[in-house]
């Protein structure tokens, strides 16, 4: 939906997708998406926004005076995941101007203390670290990387197959946590995307959950093939929320993204999810 590297106003991204027009994080209510803007105020209190060495990037949150609280945009970037809102960085270029990053995730956070606030009191200050949307990505940390649970212990590659589907939805719905180290905080985000995944196909037990036929095929290791799609999203991918994620046949998916009628189809698949996870 956006251009990476593409500047933009962002006074005509508010006017198109509505959001707080100050402040580094932004969160629109009719649009499952939420603006972080970054290079605006994080220099100014003594934290610096940008990329770690580890590959994640490095995120403050909001809140000028005292400790840095879970609410508001704190909470939105913490719940993207659960609530099923796209996270979209943007870097600060110039007054008004904005420059797009990329579509992220919210991988763990760190707790910071002695952050000087507006007043120069030192507080605890509530670091995020983002990651590259994984759609991009599960493909290659499925080769690189082994995921992790949230004590950053190696999940085994059957495990989402065979473990109790409770256990699998208990995974995919686990937030963010407080200081996962770097290394770990990438392969669980791949780990609570996995588990969505395996978690809606489950579910289904081989059926389409739109239009209820029989999934088409099989897969090399027998089982029957069906795909997740995000009724919530804008695009796919990514860790999500059960509830949000639909398990439908291959026809069902591009219908969902492509027909003519996909806007009306996706409100009846989550009418369908609302019914399911009731
Ligand atoms: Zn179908």
Known sequence: MFEVGKVY?????????GGQQQGGISTPNRHPIILLITGETGGLYG????????????????????DMQFV??????????????????????????????????CAGYDLVPDVPDREGSLRMAIVFRLISHPRDEVSALDEIDS??????????????????LEEVRAAAMT????????????????????AVSVAVQRRADGRCEACG??????T???????EPHHTKRLSDGGPDNPK?????????????HYASDSMVFNESLKKILAKLES
């Open 220 to 226: 090399p290791d027998g089982r029957l093939y069906l």
């Open 244 to 256: 949000w994620v639909i398990a439908v046949c291959p026809i069902c998916h591009r219908r969902a």
């Open 72 to 105: 508001r945009g704190n909470a939105a970037i913490r719940d993207h995941g659960s609530n099923g809102k796209e996270l979209h960085l943007f870097q600060q270029e110039s007054r008004g101007l904005i420059q797009y990053r990329g579509q992220m995730a």
């Open 147 to 164: 995921p992790v649970d949230d004590h950053g212990q190696e999940v085994a590659p059957g495990w989402y197959w065979s473990a109790p």
């Open 9 to 17: 106003r962002r006074r005509d991204l508010h006017e198109a997708y």
């Open 213 to 218: 036929e029989s999934a088409p095929f099989r």
């Open 47 to 66: 934290y610096k926004d940008g990329w770690d060495e580890d590959g994640t990037f490095r995120y403050t949150g909001e809140g000028q005076l005292g």
């Open 175 to 194: 937030a963010p946590t407080v200081g996962m180290a770097p290394v770990f905080a990438r392969r669980n985000v791949y780990h609570r995307s996995k």
